[in-house]
Nanobody
């Protein structure tokens, strides 16, 4: 399974970015997809997660500024980030909880390479 994330970049405080992540490979079903982020020296933290029933949860710091959604094909997840703050600067990782073909299942074992988001004036 491959996860290809894109959409990171440099944005001014108060600006917006939209991250995308597409899953491909030997996928039988996707149980959930999520975005996490990590700053050097800190633990990786949940940004947002959406499951196959469209149940969503966000990290406490989001406070209504970000929106996670899935594409029509259900193999793509988006993260719309508005009102960005300097504290949002991090590498954002896309993860997927996938049931593989032939029924194999390794919970949250699939991650993308990360995309850097820098919020700076």
């Amino acid at each position: 399974v491959q996860l290809q994330a894109s959409g990171g970049g440099l944005v001014h405080p108060g600006g917006s970015l939209r991250l995308s992540c597409e899953a491909s490979g030997s996928i039988f079903a996707i149980k959930a997809m999520a975005w996490y982020r990590q700053v050097p020296g800190k633990e990786r933290e949940l940004v947002a997660e959406i499951n196959s029933s469209d149940n969503i949860r966000y990290g406490e710091f989001v406070k209504g500024r970000f929106t996670i959604s899935r594409g029509n094909a259900k193999t793509t997840v988006f993260l719309q980030m508005d009102s960005l703050e300097s504290e949002d600067t991090a590498v954002y990782y896309c993860g997927a909880d996938v049931i593989l073909e032939k029924g194999k299942y390794y919970p949250w074992d699939h991650w993308g390479q990360g995309t850097l988001v820098t919020v700076s004036s």
